[in-house]
């Protein structure tokens, strides 16, 4: 394993080292005449052949920083064909940098193309021997690009990939297509190409450095923490969503402003909420049209206040210029997202300015213990997938695709050979074809395997595109006008519902007047009802991510915030720890039994999230058997109908038991998710299914390591208990 280099140095002036007709541009374009501190120190990494991963605010020139090396490169040494990739999450980030790109490179004659499925399909494509310098690509669009036997081989020339928002990768199974991809350029170009990644936060940097680098050759983590400079909070408190809009109003009245809110169907609701109360007001989410969305996007560039109520689609570096505020109406659930949202105000030498509209007084502890964590530089590490199943699957039948006919040794020396999948044994791969074969997704003749009529059936549309992606399809509707016009996209399940004909979309109202099931589209015309509704279907675990939750638990422990709070916020904030028993400590599982509504009942104070306490109770539920039911949030657990009189004695031993079982006894316990909740896992054994879930789906191993680590304490009806009142 090499260790990374951490660039701290100062570094002497790179701006006059520079090609000449860079510095033209940065002096003419943009009025430099010298470089940010991250810009010097990532030119002074990357110069040096190493792969980097630029870690800095919003705002903070990350994206220059990548770029100015890479072009300095190609102006000097005369490099011809397509030298850098630009890899994006988002359609729409590469948009928005598109016209930063072309900014440097059209001045210096560098050629920019974007290759996206939003892009005509004309327009996706170059002359022979035309390929431009820079290809700004997502990777579901590389893998189609890979595929282009006339147009692949111009991918020899590249010598670094960029990419954004890496953070926005490396947790899911697109981060693991990603890294397969990546390797795929390297025995294309038949050397390691350099990787330069960039993200504005990151809790563990050095291991998301390791990750994109594949420990390949040298790596250098380029770290520039945000400057020190006054933020203001502004909370509101209001139990009435009227009055709560009233606040929002009054807030962001005249202003540039961003309202962000943690879910699309919140998002429409709060549209519809304040139309015609704020002036150029739009909405922005991953649901609505990409015309929509820029419109939204280029809203902010109009004279005058504008607000755009969003999700977490404005958290990524989509440029929409100086905003006045950040409202953010309830707390988001990571403080990574919280600093995303924040760094979108206090440029230019203003203070970062953010308003907490929240419903209640849980929601202002939740609030200030992402500040605090935020103050403290304590932001959410990232853990990759552990039992990559889903994405080897789809490299199999990839290479199926793209060799008609293949033996199992074929497929093993080629695909275990990124390191994406080198935890998994040969022994492991063998299985799945062994299981395509006798499931049909795969045949034979004799040695040769080849792709089965189950594979063609599910996967073979539209010329086996579902191949060049692993996010899940199918699970919306296109909704669109008579005349073609795109509006955005409905949950499926909202869509057979059959409980609503009136729908609120992108801010209006609209009337579903034809279903075709079959090419999964909805037709829609405007409508003037009131009434309307939607909804879409959450994925994943939500609820606060464990480093809020553990936070929660300190002022809890403390019994105060440590941010200076005024008198109003700090009685709301006492309401709420009235309620907490005053004996927690700052760490451990609590038990208390109390007398409820409906007899006896245990309450376990956790604080480890959702996903932790979901587990937990699924495998107390098994323990305590019966009639014992028990219901979870991100920092408690209740159980109810377990026993009359030593309940909370009997809890207690069974999460001592439970903090012995094995990986084994556990997952006896769980019930499994449907094979349909990854893409390709429909083709998976049922052991590996199994893995597949109890790692990546339950994180077992994570919840075995914090039980077996974690005090397990009972408090009695000492005094000093204040129990939380009843639902």
């Given at each position: 394993?090499?260790?990374?280099?951490?660039?701290?140095?100062?570094?002497?002036?790179?701006?006059?080292?520079?090609?000449?007709?860079?510095?033209q541009v940065l002096a003419q374009r943009l009025d430099w005449t010298e470089l940010r501190d991250v810009q010097e120190r990532t030119y002074s990494a990357?110069?040096?052949?190493?792969?980097?991963?630029?870690?800095?605010?919003?705002?903070?020139?990350?994206?220059?920083?990548?770029?100015?090396?890479?072009?300095?490169?190609?102006?000097?040494?005369?490099?011809?064909?397509?030298?850098?990739?630009?890899?994006?999450?988002?359609?729409?980030?590469?948009?928005?940098?598109?016209?930063?790109?072309?900014?440097?490179?059209?001045?210096?004659?560098?050629?920019?193309?974007?290759?996206?499925?939003?892009?005509?399909?004309?327009?996706?494509?170059?002359?022979?021997?035309?390929?431009?310098?820079?290809?700004?690509?997502?990777?579901?669009?590389?893998?189609?690009?890979?595929?282009?036997?006339?147009?692949?081989?111009?991918?020899?020339?590249?010598?670094?990939?960029?990419?954004?928002?890496?953070?926005?990768?490396?947790?899911?199974?697109?981060?693991?297509?990603?890294?397969?991809?990546?390797?795929?350029?390297?025995?294309?170009?038949?050397?390691?190409?350099?990787?330069?990644?960039?993200?504005?936060?990151?809790?563990?940097?050095?291991?998301?450095?390791?990750?994109?680098?594949?420990?390949?050759?040298?790596?250098?983590?380029?770290?520039?923490?945000?400057?020190?400079?006054?933020?203001?909070?502004?909370?509101?408190?209001?139990?009435?969503?009227?009055?709560?809009?009233?606040?929002?109003?009054?807030?962001?009245?005249?202003?540039?402003?961003?309202?962000?809110?943690?879910?699309?169907?919140?998002?429409?609701?709060?549209?519809?909420?304040s139309a015609g109360r704020i002036r150029n007001l739009h909405i922005h989410h991953s649901s609505l049209s990409a015309t929509t969305r820029k419109s939204s996007e280029e809203a902010f560039f109009s004279p005058?206040?504008?607000?755009?109520?969003?999700?977490?689609?404005?958290?990524?570096?989509?440029?929409?210029?100086?905003?006045?505020?950040?409202?953010?109406?309830?707390?988001?659930?990571?403080?990574?997202?919280?600093?995303?949202?924040?760094?979108?105000?206090?440029?230019?030498?203003?203070?970062?300015?953010?308003?907490?509209?929240?419903?209640?007084?849980?929601?202002?502890?939740?609030?200030?213990?992402?500040?605090?964590?935020?103050?403290?530089?304590?932001?959410?590490?990232?853990?990759?997938?552990?039992?990559?199943?889903?994405?080897?699957?789809?490299?199999?039948?990839?290479?199926?695709?793209?060799?008609?006919?293949?033996?199992?040794?074929?497929?093993?020396?080629?695909?275990?050979?990124?390191?994406?999948?080198?935890?998994?044994?040969?022994?492991?791969?063998?299985?799945?074809?062994?299981?395509?074969?006798?499931?049909?997704?795969?045949?034979?003749?004799?040695?040769?395997?080849?792709?089965?009529?189950?594979?063609?059936?599910?996967?073979?549309?539209?010329?086996?595109?579902?191949?060049?992606?692993?996010?899940?399809?199918?699970?919306?509707?296109?909704?669109?006008?008579?005349?073609?016009?795109?509006?955005?996209?409905?949950?499926?399940?909202?869509?057979?519902?059959?409980?609503?004909?009136?729908?609120?979309?992108?801010?209006?109202?609209?009337?579903?007047?034809?279903?075709?099931?079959?090419?999964?589209?909805?037709?829609?015309?405007?409508?003037?009802?009131?009434?309307?509704?939607?909804?879409?279907?959450?994925?994943?675990?939500?609820?606060?991510?464990?480093?809020?939750?553990?936070?929660?638990?300190?002022?809890?422990?403390?019994?105060?915030?440590?941010?200076?709070?005024?008198?109003?916020?700090?009685?709301?904030?006492?309401?709420?720890?009235?309620?907490?028993?005053?004996?927690?400590?700052?760490?451990?599982?609590?038990?208390?039994?109390?007398?409820?509504?409906?007899?006896?009942?245990?309450?376990?104070?956790?604080?480890?999230?959702?996903?932790?306490?979901?587990?937990?109770?699924?495998?107390?539920?098994?323990?305590?058997?019966?009639?014992?039911?028990?219901?979870?949030?991100?920092?408690?657990?209740?159980?109810?109908?377990?026993?009359?009189?030593?309940?909370?004695?009997?809890?207690?031993?069974?999460?001592?038991?439970?903090?012995?079982?094995?990986?084994?006894?556990?997952?006896?316990?769980?019930?499994?998710?449907?094979?349909?909740?990854?893409?390709?896992?429909?083709?998976?054994?049922?052991?590996?299914?199994?893995?597949?879930?109890?790692?990546?789906?339950?994180?077992?191993?994570?919840?075995?390591?914090?039980?077996?680590?974690?005090?397990?304490?009972?408090?009695?009806?000492?005094?000093?208990?204040?129990?939380?009142?009843?639902?």
């Open positions: 394993m090499r260790k990374a280099l951490r660039s701290t140095e100062n570094v002497s002036s790179v701006f006059s080292t520079l090609h000449e007709s860079l510095q990357v110069v040096r052949g190493n792969d980097v991963l630029v870690i800095a605010p919003t705002a903070g020139g990350k994206s220059e920083a990548a770029l100015i090396p890479v072009i300095d490169d190609i102006l000097k040494n005369g490099r011809m064909g397509v030298t850098c990739l630009y890899i994006s999450p988002l359609k729409a980030l590469i948009n928005d940098q598109e016209e930063r790109f072309r900014l440097f490179c059209t001045p210096t004659l560098l050629s920019v193309m974007k290759w996206h499925g939003d892009v005509p399909k004309g327009d996706r494509t170059w002359k022979v021997g035309e390929p431009p310098h820079f290809l700004m690509i997502t990777p579901e669009s590389l893998e189609v690009l890979l595929q282009e036997k006339k147009l692949s081989p111009d991918l020899r020339t590249v010598r670094t990939i960029i990419i954004d928002e890496l953070h926005a990768f490396v947790e899911s199974e697109r981060g693991v297509h990603l890294k397969v991809l990546l390797n795929r350029m390297d025995r294309i170009a038949q050397r390691p190409v350099q990787r330069i990644g960039l993200s504005a936060t990151a809790g563990n940097p050095e291991e998301v450095l390791e990750w994109l680098s594949d420990n390949r050759h040298s790596t250098e983590l380029v770290m520039v923490l945000p400057p020190s400079k006054e933020k203001q909070f502004l909370f509101i408190v209001e139990p009435e969503e009227s009055e709560r809009i009233d606040s929002l109003v009054r807030i962001v009245n005249q202003k540039k402003a961003l309202v962000f809110v943690n879910s699309r169907s919140v998002a429409e609701r709060l549209m519809k909420a005058g206040g504008a607000c755009i109520i969003c999700t977490s689609t404005l958290e990524l570096g989509i440029d929409i210029g100086d905003l006045d505020v950040v409202v953010q109406v309830g707390p988001p659930n990571s403080v990574s997202s919280f600093l995303q949202r924040m760094g979108r105000t206090g440029r230019r030498g203003k203070s970062a300015y953010v308003a907490w509209v929240l419903q209640n007084p849980c929601e202002l502890l939740c609030s200030l213990a992402i500040i605090e964590c935020a103050l403290r530089k304590e932001v959410e590490n990232l853990t990759p997938p552990k039992k990559p199943y889903n994405v080897l699957l789809q490299q199999i039948f990839l290479y199926l695709y793209n060799h008609s006919r293949a033996s199992r040794k074929q497929i093993a020396a080629s695909i275990l050979s990124y390191p994406a999948f080198q935890d998994i044994e040969p022994e492991i791969l063998d299985r799945i074809i062994s299981h395509l074969i006798t499931s049909d997704f795969a045949t034979t003749d004799g040695e040769i395997v080849m792709l089965g009529t189950e594979a063609e059936r599910v996967f073979g549309r539209s010329n086996w595109k579902d191949l060049y992606s692993v996010i899940s399809g199918g699970g919306e509707y296109r909704a669109m006008t008579p005349d073609g016009e795109i509006v955005g996209k409905l949950d499926a399940r909202f869509v057979n519902s059959k409980n609503s004909e009136e729908i609120s979309l992108g801010g209006r109202t609209w009337s579903m007047v034809k279903c075709d099931e079959g090419h999964n589209i909805v037709v829609v015309v405007p409508s003037g009802s009131d009434t309307s509704r939607i909804f879409w279907t959450s994925a994943g675990e939500s609820g606060f991510s464990p480093l809020v939750c553990q936070m929660v638990q300190r002022i809890c422990a403390r019994g105060e915030s440590a941010l200076p709070l005024g008198e109003h916020e700090q009685d709301v904030m006492q309401s709420v720890l009235a309620k907490i028993p005053e004996c927690l400590g700052e760490e451990g599982l609590y038990v208390i039994e109390k007398t409820g509504k409906r007899g006896l009942e245990v309450l376990i104070f956790s604080f480890s999230g959702s996903r932790f306490n979901r587990l937990l109770s699924l495998l107390l539920k098994d323990r305590l058997g019966g009639k014992a039911q028990v219901k979870y949030t991100d920092f408690s657990i209740k159980i109810i109908r377990a026993g009359k009189k030593g309940i909370g004695q009997r809890v207690l031993h069974v999460l001592k038991e439970i903090q012995k079982m094995e990986k084994d006894e556990i997952a006896a316990v769980l019930p499994m998710p449907q094979a349909e909740s990854w893409k390709f896992a429909r083709a998976l054994p049922a052991a590996l299914l199994s893995d597949l879930s109890l790692s990546d789906h339950y994180h077992v191993e994570e919840f075995m390591d914090v039980m077996k680590h974690v005090p397990v304490l009972i408090l009695d009806s000492d005094p000093c208990i204040h129990y939380p009142d009843e639902e």
